[in-house]
Nanobody, 126 residues
Framework: QLRLVESGGGLVQPGGSLRLSCAASGPSVRYYSMGWFRQTPGKERDFVAVINWNGGRTYYAETVKGGFTISRDNAKNTVYLQKASLKPENTANYYC???????????????????WGQGTQVTVSS
């Protein structure tokens, strides 16, 4: 059983940046692929990015390529999601999730992930 706890959300002005963290704990946590998803009210939870167990491979949703950066520090059992130049449309609840799968381009659906955090709200507004 893994436990995932997101942090780093809040109110950010347009043009600002964010760095979300996901602290993971549990057996063999560093061997899981870790993903980030986001969700706005009334919409489905959408895939943003995923990183494999050692950080050597990443995969991004087409809609966010060049914008978000996913990384991980296995010494700290923490995964990060960073983005600069935020816009109001980046407002969402951001979730991290863990999966034992490793085919990056295949693990873009929520059903592929077994463990989820509670989410952290990011609001981009002046």
């Amino acid at each position: 059983q893994l436990r995932l706890v997101e942090s780093g959300g809040g109110l950010v002005q347009p043009g600002g940046s964010l760095r979300l963290s996901c602290a993971a704990s549990g057996p063999s946590v560093r061997y899981y692929s870790m993903g980030w998803f986001r969700q706005t009210p009334g919409k489905e939870r959408d895939f943003v990015a995923v990183i494999n167990w050692n950080g050597g491979r990443t995969y991004y949703a087409e809609t966010v390529k060049g914008g978000f950066t996913i990384s991980r520090d296995n010494a700290k059992n923490t995964v990060y999601l960073q983005k600069a130049s935020l816009k109001p449309e980046n407002t969402a609840n951001y979730y991290c999730a863990a999966t034992s799968a490793c085919d990056m381009s295949a693990i873009v659906r929520t059903v592929e992930y077994r463990y989820w955090g509670q989410g952290t709200q990011v609001t981009v507004s002046s």
